[in-house]
Nanobody
Framework: VQLQASGGGLVQAGGSLRLSCAAS????????IGWFRQAPGKEREGVSC????????YWADSVKGRFTVSRDNAKNTVYLQMNSLKPEDTAVYSC?????????????????????WGQGTQVTVSS
């Protein structure tokens, strides 16, 4: 299983970026994909997740209303659309895959649930 995040870059505050997470070796529609970020000197933070069929999604409070998550299973790719970016969104963003089945209305962003991790992509938001 391989995951590769891409699409990061430098953007001004208020701008937008779309990150992509390309997955290989995964059974389509089976894995939840989570996005996580880590800023220098800070702990890793869960950002958003989407279940295999796309029916359950979750966003951290810090990005709710600004970020959206979607997936194209035909392309084995998950997207994180980031709008209204703020300097505090600056971090390395990574995607990860979980085989956990989530009951309830939402997937979760608990790091131990995620078994496969990809390399991240840097997002820098200037003020």
């Amino acid at each position: 299983v391989q995951l590769q995040a891409s699409g990061g870059g430098l953007v001004q505050a208020g701008g937008s970026l779309r990150l992509s997470c390309a997955a290989s070796g995964l059974i389509r529609n089976y894995y939840t994909i989570g996005w996580f970020r880590q800023a220098p000197g800070k702990e890793r933070e869960g950002v958003s997740c989407i279940t295999g069929g796309g029916g359950k999604r979750y966003w951290a409070d810090s990005v709710k209303g600004r970020f959206t998550v979607s997936r194209d299973n035909a392309k084995n790719t998950v997207y994180l659309q980031m709008n209204s970016l703020k300097p505090e969104d600056t971090a390395v963003y990574s995607c990860a895959a979980s085989r956990r089945v989530y009951s309830g209305d939402f997937c979760k962003l608990l790091s131990p649930d995620y078994h496969y991790w990809g390399q991240g992509t840097q997002v820098t938001v200037s003020s």
